[in-house]
């Protein structure tokens, strides 16, 4: 027990930089190689979907079962709203080597931004 808690610290400050202060580090987009550019924003991606759980996660600690229900099922229904729209988006580069690196993109961008809105409702609730 005691290891996943370092552990989870360890990886919480590992990651605890913004999502803006890793892109100034790590512009993808000065990467010229197609494979090597999508290489860099899906580490993006990761780092986007580990600051999303982390940030969800956290929220759910502050509510009441009722609001972790309210929560779960806006989650569910964001997920399924981001997956279809950045698939949409991305099919109209659809065959072309360009289709993944604008849904990984468009992914990427959606998770930061519901991210910070998990991350306002943390606040109002944590007052």
């Known amino acids: 027990m005691k ?3 370092l ?6 400050r590992l990651f605890s930089f913004s999502y803006a202060e890793m892109s100034k580090q790590n512009n993808c987009n000065e990467i010229i190689r197609d494979k090597e550019r999508l290489y860099c924003l899906t580490n ?4 986007s979907d580990f600051l999303l759980n982390s940030s969800y996660q ?3 600690k502050f509510l009441d079962k009722e609001n972790i229900k309210n929560l779960k099922n806006a989650q569910l229904s964001w997920l399924s709203y981001r997956d279809k729209d950045c ?4 099919s109209a580069y659809l065959g072309g080597t360009l289709e ?5 993109r ?4 959606k998770n930061v931004v519901r991210t910070e809105e998990l991350n306002k409702i943390i606040d109002a609730w944590s007052m």
Not at 87 to 90: A, D, K, P
Not at 100 to 104: L, P, Q, R, V
Not at 106 to 109: A, E, G, S, Y
């Open 87 to 90: 698939s949409l988006i991305s």
């Open 44 to 47: 993006h991606l990761k780092v």
């Open 7 to 12: 552990i989870s610290i360890i990886l919480f």
């Open 100 to 104: 993944a690196e604008i849904e990984t």
């Open 106 to 109: 468009c992914i990427t961008d």
């Open 58 to 60: 956290k929220l759910q």
């Open 3 to 5: 290891n996943k808690i």
